[in-house]
């Protein structure tokens, strides 16, 4: 009975452990970028909360249930080994989720202007503002938004240019155009080559 209930724990602590990391790999390999950049980048701190509180979940459990779980392996080497790499894992993950915690409340208030989204006739073009602060320099990436299926979209890079304050984008012809008001406040990018396929 109890090492029934060994491998009913284990299952429980794998899943909470291990699940957000497998989910974070399948969003890799699948586009799971759906409707815009700015709702993504709005469902970030939910998305990184419900990974905290799984490994939270999975490491609890794997503290409380350690004598338990570990019966319900055969080889004990095995068993200390795969339980002690859990752990140093799991304080690997709080660690690195509670940062990208932090670091979306802390940095990512003003997203109106980190993403930036304007349609031209058929085209649309998304730009997105790094701004490292005083760790490196802020550069605007630009890429051609894309759609597609199941209102998914896909992102192809164009350019990456020189931090601008407040600019505005337009399109003359094939020219991307950001322009603001300082003497220095113009870039020209040549998207002639750039059309969702």
């Given at each position: 009975m109890n090492e029934?209930?060994?491998h009913i724990y284990l299952r429980i602590?794998?899943?909470c452990l291990?699940?957000?990391?497998l989910a974070g790999l399948f969003g890799l390999l699948v586009n799971l970028k759906f409707v815009s950049a700015t709702f993504m980048a709005s469902l970030d701190?939910?998305?990184y909360t419900i990974v905290f509180c799984s490994i939270c979940i999975g490491f609890?459990?794997?503290l409380a249930k350690y004598s338990i779980v570990k019966e319900s392996f055969k080889n004990k080497i095995f068993a200390h080994l795969t339980l002690i790499i859990s752990i140093l894992y799991s304080c690997l993950m709080f660690f690195g989720i509670g940062?990208?915690?932090l670091f979306n409340i802390m940095f990512n208030s003003n997203t109106d202007y980190v993403?930036?989204?304007?349609?031209?006739?058929y085209r649309t073009f998304y730009v997105y503002t790094s701004d490292p602060g005083a760790f490196g320099t802020a550069h605007h990436y630009v890429y051609l938004k894309c759609p597609a299926s199941f209102n998914r979209y896909e992102l192809e890079l164009i350019a990456n240019i020189s931090w601008m304050r407040?600019?505005?984008?337009s399109l003359e012809g094939d020219n991307l155009i950001f322009e603001n008001d300082s003497e220095e406040g113009k870039a020209v990018l040549d998207v002639s080559k750039f059309y969702c396929k």
């Amino acid at each position: 009975m109890n090492e029934n209930k060994g491998h009913i724990y284990l299952r429980i602590i794998l899943f909470c452990l291990y699940g957000p990391l497998l989910a974070g790999l399948f969003g890799l390999l699948v586009n799971l970028k759906f409707v815009s950049a700015t709702f993504m980048a709005s469902l970030d701190n939910i998305y990184y909360t419900i990974v905290f509180c799984s490994i939270c979940i999975g490491f609890c459990l794997l503290l409380a249930k350690y004598s338990i779980v570990k019966e319900s392996f055969k080889n004990k080497i095995f068993a200390h080994l795969t339980l002690i790499i859990s752990i140093l894992y799991s304080c690997l993950m709080f660690f690195g989720i509670g940062l990208l915690i932090l670091f979306n409340i802390m940095f990512n208030s003003n997203t109106d202007y980190v993403h930036q989204e304007k349609a031209f006739e058929y085209r649309t073009f998304y730009v997105y503002t790094s701004d490292p602060g005083a760790f490196g320099t802020a550069h605007h990436y630009v890429y051609l938004k894309c759609p597609a299926s199941f209102n998914r979209y896909e992102l192809e890079l164009i350019a990456n240019i020189s931090w601008m304050r407040d600019y505005k984008m337009s399109l003359e012809g094939d020219n991307l155009i950001f322009e603001n008001d300082s003497e220095e406040g113009k870039a020209v990018l040549d998207v002639s080559k750039f059309y969702c396929k």
